[in-house]
């Protein structure tokens, strides 16, 4: 190894053995309002300064900047501090924002638990840290209202953005039946009766979640048009409703092992006849444009491993592709690039 090679993956190692410090850093740097206001002082400001505006001792503003400075959030000009580009983002960056809030009101305390949980093959975090629960999706709605909050605002950034884009190529079949498994809240259901006036829309999920879901279609109007069924799909016993020209599915088998998504799929093929279609929109690794987006979600991988479930992980689409075949479809085609880094298939029965 050439030495600058040496060094600097040296200097990568003691980035990741320091990471949960510098993480907890940046973000009360951010919370705290001093990024803000470094922000909007582009000359830069002092310590002291910093500590009148941000209405907080001289003593947290500086070990928070000099934490700011290894981390290259912040940098020191004849000690007056400014904002790097790497503190830009962290300030106005939508997806950093989101991925630093589930990382720290969800993910931070149950992560010390990923050996535990990798273990027991249960997310011992969950238990550990917001109560006795075999997953995280029963136990969603009463967590902790920040915690639930950005779990959700998490969990349909990535989603929501690519609906828009999902939406005229599921419709350019005319499902007049469409069949949402894991519909959660009702969005996509929503979407899909704005969009056109004679699709049925049927949402399978949790009791507890469908409970949700119905209010926000009574909100809007659309009980003739979008109906829900409260069902615990991990029971492999429960077949699926047939006689659906579309089985839509995000986000969706991310949250089971691949046993279970094999009988998830299994049983959607069975309700299938040759015309009907599966959509899987999800976030592969593998059909990745960015390393950064790559990168988030082999990290985000674990979340499942010591949060949401003990058993599941970040598929990649290749992984997908092996079980729709084996529980006897085909993959007909995968859009790329759709919202923030899905990619949407299109199954059929072989
Ligand atoms: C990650 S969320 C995705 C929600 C939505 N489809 C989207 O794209 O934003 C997964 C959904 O699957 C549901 N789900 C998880 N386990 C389930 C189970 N055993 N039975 C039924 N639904 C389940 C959850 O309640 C949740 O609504």
Known sequence: MEGKTALSAWFNAQKIALGPIIFQAARVLRDSGILGTLRESPAG???EEIATKAATSPYAVLVLLEAGLAADIVRCDDRRYLLTP????????????????????????????????????????????????????????????????????????????????????????????????????????????????????????????????????????????????????????????????????????????????????????????????????????????YDIAAYCLQTFSLYFTFLANGRSRMYKASDITEMVEAAGMKVDDVTDNLGICSSLMICSKR
């Open 45 to 47: 400001l002092t310590v």
């Open 86 to 289: 790497t503190g830009f983002y962290v300030l106005t960056d939508e997806s950093t924002r989101i991925n630093m809030d589930v990382v720290q009101k969800c993910c931070y305390q149950p992560a010390f638990y990923l050996e535990d949980s990798l273990r027991d093959g249960k997310p011992v975090g969950l238990q550990q840290c917001f109560g006795d629960w075999e997953t995280i999706y029963p136990a969603l709605s009463s967590f902790p209202e920040a915690a639930r909050t950005s779990w959700l605002e998490w969990d349909h950034y990535y989603s929501d953005a690519a609906f828009p884009q999902a939406l005229p190529i599921v419709f350019a079949r005319k499902p007049r039946r469409l069949l949402d498994v894991g519909g959660n809240t009702g969005k996509w259901a929503i979407q899909c009766a704005g969009h056109c006036d004679d699709v049925s829309i049927t949402i399978l999920d949790l009791p507890n979640v469908v409970a949700l879901a119905d209010e926000n279609i009574r909100e809007r109007g659309l009980q003739e048009r979008i109906n829900t069924t409260g069902i615990d799909l991990l029971d492999a016993s429960k077949p699926f409703p047939r006689d659906f020209d579309a089985i839509w599915m995000s986000q969706f088998l991310v949250c089971f092992s691949e046993h279970e998504v094999l009988s998830l799929l299994e049983r959607a093929a069975a309700a299938m006849d040759t015309n009907a279609r599966l959509y899987i929109l999800d976030n592969f690794w593998d059909r990745q444009t």
